[in-house]
């Protein structure tokens, strides 16, 4: 008989664990569950949809005939129960899926504020291609708005909203932008170019309450008593993994549903993957947890290998990601945070990772252009992250010399004494490593 894989999520991770299943099985039977009609698309091409930059159709890379030449059934319906001994997922229209093996690859949702008013009519969040649909629609009417919360998909509300003419108010809880990630040097220049983009910075301010007007969003007031007009609030304070099928069922949860390094959860035949799982990294000891959409694809078709018998443990990559931060073009890569809270997060953001906040005893080197910025961190032996703002000529060789974990030692003297020839000292020692 064909084995049966389900699949819970169309995202990432979960078209990924597809494909490699249908690689290694070709007789399998595969079925993909979505709440969502809409077939596969860019999570975090939404950032451009809000601005303007690509049509909403550019969002879909991957077309329906896709899903006929790899024979995926496609199933719309949200999970309500895991049935680990029946070996079943029912749906909310009472139809139940049997499985060999099942992929929980469900996301996770945005955290909104536990404050008065949050539920009005007005407040916003971008988990879905739905919310960006719902926050252009809102801002054709709003004069003003309000974003919340830290990380990269605040910045994406804030600059989205801005770009649609809406007077753009943010709300830092402390003295600068995801202090715990950038340095002061790096929030500095997000935060002048949002100021010339005509966002409104308000620092030390944090969100008390909605103001409403019957059932729509009026204005805010703040925990110092100021209040303001707007017609939205748009929220980014963090992500909670989508939890209730895993924990309902009994599997071990933590933030994220645990995993071990193949993806498999505590019952042997369910695995997650993507923003939902918290997976074991043998080299750190550590369960770790990614919202970093290369991170899911990676994650993705490893659980389908695994999933399908290859057996074979994760090694958790560098994070690595590319995003628009304040206008610039902006590379993270591998350990590069301070170890604080900054406060405006309560939980991870979307397009983050763990690792970016880790606090590390090594030197911090930095060159700064017009317009770029580059900031490394330097080990005894290794880089052991980085970021890069703007020009991102450096971009590739530093991802070499970082996720291939390449010795430094030959030019690491010279780097702490010439900080300001970073870019010409590392890119030759790349391009020479790479000879080698």
């Known amino acids: 008989m064909a084995r049966r894989f389900v699949i819970v999520g169309n995202g990432a991770a979960g078209l990924s664990a597809a494909e490699a299943i249908r690689s290694l099985d070709s007789s399998a039977e595969i079925s993909i569950v979505s709440e969502e009609r809409l077939g596969f698309y860019s999570r975090p091409g939404l950032a451009y949809l809000l601005t303007g930059t690509i049509p909403e159709s550019h969002l879909f890379s991957r077309p329906e005939a896709d899903y006929k030449r790899l024979g995926l059934r496609r199933v719309v319906g949200r999970g309500t129960r895991l049935d680990l001994r029946s070996h079943q997922i029912h749906l909310e229209n009472r139809t139940a899926l049997a499985y060999d093996r099942l992929l929980l690859a ?30 252009l629609r809102l801002a054709r009417k709003a ?34 932008y995801w202090g715990n990630v950038l340095d002061v040097g790096e929030s500095t220049l997000v935060e002048s170019r949002l100021e010339e983009e005509g966002i409104r910075l ?42 209730d099928l895993a924990r309902d069922a009994g599997l071990a949860v933590g933030r994220g549903t645990w995993t071990d390094e193949y993806f498999q959860t505590s019952d042997p035949d369910v695995f997650a993957a993507g923003d939902a799982a918290e997976v074991f990294d043998p080299a750190t000891g550590d369960r770790v947890l990614d919202s970093l959409w290369s991170i899911a694809i990676e994650q993705g078709r490893a659980a389908g290998a695994n999933m ?67 900031r490394v961190l330097v080990g005894e032996r290794q880089l052991v992250g980085a970021i890069v703002m703007g020009d991102q000529a450096l971009s590739r060789p530093l991802q070499h010399l970082i996720r291939e974990r390449v010795d430094i030692r030959p030019v690491r003297d010279r780097l702490l004494r010439e900080p300001q020839s970073l870019p010409t000292i590392l890119g030759a020692f790349a391009k020479a490593s790479h000879a080698a």
Request: hydrophobic fraction near 40%.
């Open 106 to 135: 469900v996301g996770a949702r945005a955290v909104r504020p536990d404050v008065p008013g949050i539920d009005l009519e007005g407040v916003v969040t971008l988990d879905t291609l739905d919310d960006a649909r719902r926050i």
């Open 143 to 176: 004069k003003a708005a309000v974003v919340v919360g830290g990380g990269i998909t605040a910045l994406e509300l804030a600059e989205g909203l801005n770009a649609q003419g809406v007077e753009t108010h943010y709300f830092l809880r402390k003295d600068r």
């Open 202 to 243: 308000h620092r030390r301010t944090d969100l008390a309450a909605v103001v409403g007007r019957g059932r729509s969003v009026a204005g805010v007031e703040t925990t110092d008593g100021r209040r303001l007009a707007c017609g939205m609030l748009a929220v980014a304070i963090g992500i909670q993994p989508r939890l």
């Open 308 to 374: 399908a018998g290859v057996h074979e443990p994760y090694r958790r990559q560098v994070p690595f990601n590319v995003t628009r931060i304040g206008g610039l073009t902006t590379t993270l890569i591998g350990a590069v945070g301070t170890g604080k809270d900054d406060g405006d997060l309560v939980a991870l953001a979307r397009g983050d990772s763990d690792a970016w906040r880790e606090h590390t005893d090594a030197f911090a080197v930095e060159s700064e252009a017009e317009v770029s910025r580059v």
